[in-house]
C-alpha cells in the first residue's frame, strides 16, 4: 500500500509532463509573436556580433535569420537575446527565447540531462590555446604550470584538466572568466599567459586584438566541439523546423544555389531535386516538403533568398577573406574533403 501510494504521484506527473510536451506548439507561438526569440552570445566577432550600425551580424545571428524566413517568410523577424555561458540554457528552458543559436558544444549530458535537444551542427570546432608570441611558446604541452584563462560554464576546464593529465604536465593555473569580454580584458592586461577556448572563439577574438600578429594559436587541438542550435524538448515539430532550416542551407550550397541565382534556379531547373528544395510542385495536388514541417512550400526558398546558402554565410562572417580569416577545414561540404553533410530533402 505505501509503495501503492508513493508511486502514484510520481506517475500523475509523468503524465502530466507528456501531456504537456504533446501539446506545446511553440511554431504557434512564434507566429503569434510575429518573431522569433533568438539567443545568441554577447559578442563573439564571426558568430554573433554587434556591427558598427550595432545591428548583429555572424554565423550564428544568420542562422537565426534563416528560421525567421522559413516560419515567417521574414529573416528580420528575430529579437535577438544575448545571453552569457551561464545563462544560455536557463532562457531556453524557462521560455526566454525559442532557439539558441549560441557556439554552443552538443554533448551527451547537454542532449539528455537538461530537457534540451541539438537540431545539428552548424559549425565543427575544437578546443585550442592562444598566447602571446613573445612569450616563445610553440606547442601547448609547454604550459604546464601556466595561468590559463578560462570561460566559466562551458566544457573547456574539463577537457583542459584531461589534457594536462593525459601528459602528465604540471597543473595548470585556472583564471576563470565569465565573458569573452571579461576573458579580453584579461589576456590582453596579462593575467595569464594563455586563453583556451574554441579554436574559432581564439580566431575571433585574435582578429579584435590591438595586434592580432602579436599572438599564434598553437597547432594542438584537444577536442572535439560539434556547434549548434539548440531548442527545448518536447516539441517535435519545432526542433525538426530548426533542424531542416539548417539543412536547407546545406543543400542548397551541394546544388549551387544562391541568394544571387536562386531566382532563376527557380524558374529554369530541371533538377527534380532543386524543384522540391525551392518549393515548385508538379502537380497542385502534391505535398511539398514545407508542408510536412507546417511551412510554407518555399520556406527553403526564403532562407536562401534572405539570408544565403551555408558557404556565403561562412565567407560573409569568418572566411578566408574576413578579419578572422577561417579556412573551411571539417566544415567544408563532404564532397569537397569536409564533413558538412545534409540528409537527403525528399
Known sequence: MTRTWLLA???????????????????????????????????????????ANQEWE????????????????????????????????TALQSGEVELLARNTTWTLTRDSNLGLDFTGVNYYDGQGFM????LNVNSALELGGARICIKTGTTTELNLADYFRANDLEAFQPVLLTDDAEVRRNYVAEACDAYTTDASALAAMRSTLPDPTAH??????????????????????WADIVRWALNAMITAEEYGVTSANVDEVRTSSESPEIRRLLGVKET?????????????D????QIVKQVGNYSESFERHIGVNTPIGLERGLNALWSEGGILYAPPMR
Open 9 to 51: 504521484p510520481a506517475t500523475v506527473l509523468a503524465g502530466l509532463f507528456l501531456a504537456g510536451a504533446a501539446e506545446a506548439a511553440t511554431l504557434d507561438d512564434v507566429r503569434t509573436a510575429g518573431k522569433v526569440r533568438c539567443g545568441i552570445s554577447t559578442g563573439l566577432a564571426g558568430f554573433s556580433d554587434l556591427n
Open 284 to 296: 497542385a495536388e502534391e505535398e511539398g516538403l514545407g508542408t510536412m514541417l507546417g511551412l510554407s
Open 216 to 237: 599564434i594559436i598553437l597547432p594542438e587541438i584537444i577536442s572535439k566541439e560539434p556547434l549548434g542550435p539548440v531548442v527545448r524538448q518536447g516539441d517535435d515539430q
Open 131 to 134: 598566447v602571446p608570441r613573445a
Open 58 to 89: 555572424g554565423l550564428d545571428v544568420d542562422f537565426c535569420k534563416a528560421v525567421a524566413a522559413a516560419v515567417l517568410g521574414d529573416a528580420k523577424k528575430v529579437e535577438f537575446v544575448p545571453l552569457t555561458n551561464k545563462e544560455r540554457f
Open 298 to 301: 518555399d520556406f527553403a526558398y
